[in-house]
């Protein structure tokens, strides 16, 4: 019997199906790794040897021989194919472990094969640990030990040794036919090497000895065959673990396991100067001045450059890019810059954008002994394959949660440099999560550099270690630096009324007066978006060309609706936005006043970047530009309204105010502002000052997250999922606001129920006649997506709304056509009533 020719890794509407050609795929992943690693070594400190790399591809050859089993093989054949006389033969094959209703998990099965196949080093312990944990299975949380392995499963496992020394012929045959084939297949010598240690090691007397030491409890069993417990945190581990898994994912995807490679960095600078049409540039003479080190902290104005800065600092690293950012408008903004077809800084097909709609499939693992979604497999495998990635944080920065799949995350971070951009938008929780993660990365050698305009106070403590760089130190021509842009007005009276959210009369009026200058174009920020629909609704009555902006509109809406702000900017038109606070981050707008609530310092001078960003000359004008409703005050204190007290703490918003109140009427620099922050910080609350309160509150999170761990993502899920939430997607408004057939059909597919993105390409071929992949249709997907709060699934009409799930995405029909059009024009919030969720964006 040809078992070369009969044994699967999957079923064989996949790639590679045969389980030798999985195998082998796998090795050639690692392979690759070892090429990308070798061929760029000079750029990272991080060391892997040889031997790590030969033992891994030991791992690799060994990972899936645990699917040499009965009830797996009969799994991944279809009904038809158990009719093949191929089946009839490797049913006889299997006859020993047929009796078995159920099998253990494949890859513990492979872990049994490891006690025979190779030593008992401490490397040998790690591999053989790495094979059992490729998948998830119990023995992520408890301590690993064969004892506890054989007696959890010992009918199993006791069956499954007979069948091995049973076949003992056969099996060592197909092992060694394996062997030789593969060793042909590659002129590397690492391979050659890696097989012949297999070779040397490879025992199957072994199985025979296991099985009579199970059969006579003896207590050595443990000793026999060990496996790897580390006694604290091992990333070292991590990494060799999370290179096994994603040469796994990346070979049953059929994708690469990695695409850095210095070229994407070539003409660089030229590229940058496309952009920015000057002849030198501050940021490449600033990177000339100071040292490199592994980790830097940016400091300078919003909108003079340092998106530029951090490219530069890249390419200087040589290593591949991953660029987080809080807010997804915003990085989507910065994925068009980085691949605009004109004058973008890199090739497109260079540059990948992950965000937290891509969550639940990037991180998905096997749940309930169900075989992972091949869709992804090759979310994962491709994306962490980039050159250059753009993503918000909880795809990178939730590896501190100790969640099993972080380590597919961490095996590239020796690999890569990383910016942190607009970092003043955590919250503590998140703050804590990130500084720990950041910890990880520079233990593994990682690169790190956090920029900012506003860099909290609070924050330097915890980044002691790091180059601070703060460009009025410098005394370059870095733009925006000395330029004199804001002039602060504060009213102290509430935009809105608190309960019924109407707008406060007075203040309506003093929005007129400021709105009557048609010569000018406004940005007005509230604090939370059912504020925003309310004054965009009144506004929309009385002046032409008004824009909404927020989180939880469609996403093509929302960039449809930043291209026609540009542009009618760009021509000399009038236009009123009215926006939360996603319009703080990174969004590359220049308004000439602002209408904005209270917030906190920092957030107010994010806020304020979007004023006066691109200008030559300083602000001279009598009228102030930046008009700032406070809120209701009583005998000197402020009171702020329910919606601002969830989003911001109280304490701060008062020291905001009173400090703002001494700078009235100035125009203010970006020294000035700076400033600000500072004396916001440095008032006191009780015996401490803010400063200190926020550093004692980050480092109690962070003693508790020294305890924390994760048993699977969902739980490190829970803990970003402010800002992951939930995501919906609504088919009939695809089918109505396109033109495109292909989009068309694509809506009517997952309205109608589709599962997987082969009948909707298949369908959309037999319809159209074009063939389309499906990135193509995950871009579509993600373009007509909303990202919803989580607390929105306690609302007792969304499960109304819900008729489906695909991919990741909530389903929602039964919409009628007002509540569709609604929500095309105002966003999600539009048809719900009003809630307590702290949700700002």
């Given amino acids: 019997m040809e078992l070369m020719e009969l044994l699967r890794a999957k079923s064989s509407d996949q790639e590679n199906y045969l389980l030798k050609d999985h195998l082998e795929e796998t090795v050639n992943r690692i392979v690759e790794m070892y090429r990308f690693f070798d061929e760029n070594r000079g750029n990272f400190t991080y060391d892997l040897d040889r031997t790590l790399f030969e033992r891994l591809i030991v791992a690799a050859l060994i990972h899936d021989l645990g699917k040499i089993d009965y009830n797996f093989q009969r799994k991944v054949l279809k009904p038809e194919e158990r009719k093949d006389k191929d089946w009839i033969e490797l049913k006889e094959f299997f006859k020993p472990l047929r009796g078995l209703q159920r099998s253990p ?53 006791n069956s499954y040794l007979e069948f091995i020394i049973e076949k003992r012929h056969l099996l060592e045959d197909f092992l060694i036919q394996l062997l030789e084939s593969i060793k042909r297949d590659f002129q590397e010598n690492i391979v050659s090497s890696a097989i012949d240690y297999l070779r040397k090691k490879m025992d ?70 496309k952009r920015i049409p000057v002849k030198k540039l501050w940021q490449k003479t600033l990177l000339d001045e100071i040292d490199l080190g592994d980790s830097l902290v940016l400091v300078a104005p919003t909108g003079s450059g340092k998106t530029e800065f951090a490219i530069l600092w890249a390419a ?9 950012l809080p807010l997804r408008v915003a990085l989507n903004d910065l994925f068009i810059r980085f691949r605009n077809e004109e004058n973008g800084y890199f090739n497109a097909s260079n540059v990948d954008i992950l965000h937290s709609t891509a969550f639940i499939e990037y991180m998905d693992e096997e749940r309930k002994g169900k075989s992972i979604d091949l869709d992804k497999m090759l979310t994962s495998a491709r994306l962490l394959a980039s050159p250059v990635l753009l993503t918000t944080p909880d795809q990178v920065f939730l590896t501190s949660l100790n969640y099993y799949g972080s380590d597919k995350v961490i095996s590239a971070y020796p690999f890569s440099s990383f910016i942190i951009d607009e970092v003043q ?6 703050a804590a999560i990130i500084i720990k993660t950041v910890n990880i990365i520079k233990e593994l050698d990682g690169k790190v550099m956090i920029m900012t305009a506003t860099f909290p ?29 804001h002039k602060i007005k504060v009213i102290d009276k509430p935009l809105f009324r608190d309960k019924e959210l109407k707008i406060h009369k007075e203040s309506e009026n003093e929005i007129k007066d400021v709105l009557e200058d048609q010569n000018k174009n406004f940005l007005i920020v509230v604090n939370n978006v059912k504020k925003a629909i309310q004054l965009y609704k009144k506004l929309n009555e009385d002046y032409p060309n008004v824009y909404l902006l927020h989180s939880r509109i469609l996403e093509i809406e929302k960039d ?96 905001t105010r009173e400090v703002l109140k001494e700078y009235e009427g100035e125009i203010l620099d970006y020294n000035s502002e700076r400033n600000l922050i500072l004396e916001v910080f ?108 989580v607390y929105y699934e306690e609302k007792s009409d969304f499960w109304d709304k819900t008729t489906g ?37």
């Fill in 204 to 273: 199957f007397d072994k199985a025979k000895v296991l099985l009579r030491k199970i059969n006579r409890h003896d207590d050595d069993i443990s000793d026999f065959a060990g496996f790897y417990n580390p006694k604290a945190e091992d990333y070292d581990f991590l990494v060799l673990l999370g290179l096994l898994r994603r040469s796994d994912y990346s070979a049953s995807a059929n994708v690469p396991i990695e695409s850095y490679t210095p070229r994407i960095f070539v003409n660089i600078e030229d590229r940058l100067k």
């Fill in 805 to 841: 799930e695909f991919k990741g995405f909530y389903i929602w029909g039964n919409i009628n056509a007002d509540d569709l059009n609604a929500i095309k024009e105002l966003g999600l919030d539009s048809i719900f009533e009003s809630t307590n969720s702290p949700s700002i964006l």
């Fill in 560 to 655: 449809r609706r930043l291209k026609e702000i540009r542009e009618k900017v760009e021509n000399g038109e009038q236009v009123i936005v009215v926006s939360t606070q996603i319009i703080e981050a990174s969004v590359d707008l220049d308004f000439d006043t602002m209408i904005t609530e209270i917030s906190t310092i920092d957030s107010q001078i994010q806020r304020w970047g979007r004023i006066y960003r691109n200008r030559e000359e300083d602000y001279q004008e009598h009228e102030p530009n930046i008009i700032i409703f406070t809120g209701k005050v009583e005998n000197g204190n402020l009171k702020i309204d329910n919606g601002t007290k969830r989003i911001y703490d109280q304490r701060v918003v008062e020291k």
């Fill in 457 to 485: 106070p609070y924050f330097k403590r915890f980044f002691k270690d790091f180059d601070f760089v703060d460009v009025k130190d410098y005394g370059l021509p870095v733009k925006n630096l000395n330029l004199k842009r």
């Fill in 105 to 157: 998990r494949h890859e513990i099965l492979s872990s049994i094969w490891s006690t025979f196949l190779v030593g008992n080093d401490k490397l040998d312990k790690k591999i053989r640990t790495a094979i059992l944990l490729h998948h998830y299975n119990e023995y992520f949380t408890v301590e690993r030990d064969l004892m506890e392995i054989v007696y959890n499963y010992e009918d199993q496992v």
């Fill in 682 to 789: 440095k008032k006191k609350i009780g015996n401490s000052t803010l400063k200190e309160h926020y550093e004692n509150k980050i480092e109690d999170i962070l003693k508790d997250l020294e305890y924390f761990s994760v048993e699977k993502k969902s739980q490190a899920q829970l803990l970003f999922r402010r800002i992951a939430g939930v995501k919906i997607v609504i088919p009939d408004i695809i089918i109505q606001d396109s033109d495109n057939k292909i989009q068309k059909i694509f809506g009517k597919c997952i309205k109608e129920g589709a599962k997987t993105w082969k009948e909707i390409i298949e369908r959309i071929k037999e319809e159209t006649g074009k063939k389309v992949d499906m990135w193509t249709l995950k871009k579509l997907l993600y373009e007509y997506s909303i990202n919803m709060p």
């Fill in 316 to 324: 200087k690293n040589n290593r591949k890019l991953m660029y987080t």
């Fill in 425 to 430: 938008t955590y919250n503590e929780e998140m």
